[in-house]
């Protein structure tokens, strides 16, 4: 069983930045694909990027890439997720995922789901 908790989330103007961090704890931690999804109000769950034990394999949501930046931690049961340049429509809860069976950006593929964190864009 591995527990994820995250945190960074918050309330920011258009244009800005906030970085998310998510701890893994439990067994296994440190072996884990890890990832973050969103959802909005009213809306489905959505891939935003993923990211491999190694670091080296990435990917990102077509609106994430050139704005979003997810890295693994030193200890690496960490994986942070930088956001900058963020609009209205980033507003969402932001799930930490770990371990993955199939397609990153399927949601029914992820084992592991933290309990989110809100993030707030203002205009």
């Known amino acids: 069983q591995v527990q994820l908790g995250e945190s960074g989330g918050g309330l920011v103007q258009a244009g800005g930045s906030l970085r998310l961090s998510c701890v893994a704890s439990g067994r296994t931690a440190n072996q884990n694909t890890m990832g973050w999804f969103r959802q909005a109000p009213g809306k489905e769950r959505e891939f935003v990027a993923g990211i491999s034990p190694s670091g080296i394999t990435t990917d990102y949501a077509d609106f994430a890439k050139g704005r979003f930046t997810i890295s693994n931690g030193n200890a690496k049961n960490t994986v942070y997720l930088e956001m900058n340049s963020l609009r209205p429509e980033d507003t969402a809860v932001y799930y930490c995922?770990?371990?993955?069976?199939?397609?990153?950006?399927?949601?029914?593929?992820?084992?592991?789901w933290g309990q989110g964190t809100q993030v707030t864009v203002s205009s």
């Open positions: 995922v770990a371990t993955v069976a199939g397609r990153w950006d399927s949601a029914l593929g992820w084992n592991y």
